[in-house]
C-alpha cells in the first residue's frame, strides 16, 4: 500500500546550518506531495506541497522537489533558526483516494543558539 | 490560526465511557477530516465528510461513529473507551475535498482514558 518513510529524528543543528529531512515514498501514480510541520503544543500547518513530478515547494525558506524517479520529497533549509524547532510531517495524497493524507512518522528537529 | 476550531482542548474520562468530540471548519470549507495521533501509531486518517456525508474511511474503529451536520460543523463520537484510545484527535478541513487540496489542520483534543 501507499506509505511514507522519513528519517528518524531527533536531529539536533545549530542556528544557521544546513537542514536535510529526508523523504521517500511507495504509491501507485503520481501522489500529492506535502510537508506539515507541527510547533510545540499546537495543530499541523503545511509548509509547502508539490502535486507533479519535478515541482518544488518553498515556503518560509523551506523547499522540496518532486523526483519522481527516486521517489522522494527531501526538505531543505540552508539556514535554520531556533525558531524552526519542531516536529516535521512528510506526507502523500494517494491518487486513488483524494480524501486521505498518510504521514510518515514525523522528524523531531531541535536548533540550538 | 488556521480557522479550524476544536472542543474540547483535553478530554479526561474513564474506560468504557462514551465521548463526543467537536469540530467546525474554516468559513466556506465543505470538506472535514477526522485524525488520530498516538505514539505507537503515528498520524492515522480516520474518516472524511463532504458537505454531510461521508466521503471515505480509514483506520476507524467500529467504536467510533462521526457525523457532519447541515451547518458543516462535525462531530467524533468515541465509546466504550479503552486505555488505548488516549491519543491527539485532529479535524481538518478543506474547501471540496479535491485531489492534492489542502487540509487544514485545527489544535486538537487530547483525550486521555484512565
Known amino acids: 500500500g501507499d506509505s511514507v518513510t522519513q528519517m528518524e529524528g531527533p536531529v539536533t543543528l545549530s542556528e544557521e546550518a544546513f537542514l536535510t529531512i529526508n523523504c521517500t515514498y511507495t504509491a501507485t501514480g503520481y501522489p500529492s506531495l506535502f510537508w506539515y510541520v507541527q510547533y510545540p503544543g499546537e495543530g499541523l500547518q503545511l509548509l509547502l506541497k508539490a502535486t507533479k513530478a519535478d515541482d518544488k515547494g518553498s515556503n518560509k525558506g523551506f523547499e522540496a522537489t518532486y523526483r519522481k524517479e527516486t521517489t522522494s520529497f527531501h526538505l531543505e533549509k540552508g539556514s535554520v533558526q531556533v525558531s524552526d524547532s519542531a516536529v516535521y510531517f512528510c506526507?502523500?495524497?494517494?491518487?486513488?483516494?483524494?480524501?486521505?493524507?498518510?504521514f510518515g512518522s514525523g522528524t523531531r528537529l531541535s536548533i540550538r543558539p | 490560526d488556521s480557522g479550524v476550531t476544536q472542543t474540547p482542548k483535553h478530554l479526561i474520562t474513564a474506560t468504557g465511557q462514551r465521548v463526543t468530540l467537536r469540530c467546525s471548519p474554516r468559513?466556506?470549507?465543505?470538506?472535514v477530516y477526522w485524525y488520530q495521533q498516538s505514539l505507537d501509531q503515528g498520524l492515522q486518517f480516520l474518516i472524511h465528510y463532504y458537505n454531510g456525508e461521508e466521503r471515505a474511511k480509514g483506520n476507524i474503529l467500529e467504536r467510533f461513529s462521526a457525523q457532519q451536520f447541515p451547518d458543516l460543523h462535525s462531530e467524533l463520537n468515541l465509546s466504550s473507551l479503552e486505555l488505548g484510545d488516549s491519543a491527539l484527535y485532529f479535524c481538518?478541513?478543506?474547501?471540496?475535498?479535491?485531489?492534492?487540496?489542502?487540509?487544514?489542520f485545527g489544535p486538537g483534543t487530547r483525550l486521555l482514558v484512565l
Open positions: 506526507a502523500l495524497s494517494p491518487p486513488s483516494s483524494a480524501s486521505k493524507i498518510i
Open positions: 481538518a478541513s478543506s474547501v471540496v475535498g479535491g485531489r492534492g487540496e489542502t487540509q487544514y
Open positions: 468559513s466556506g470549507d465543505l470538506s
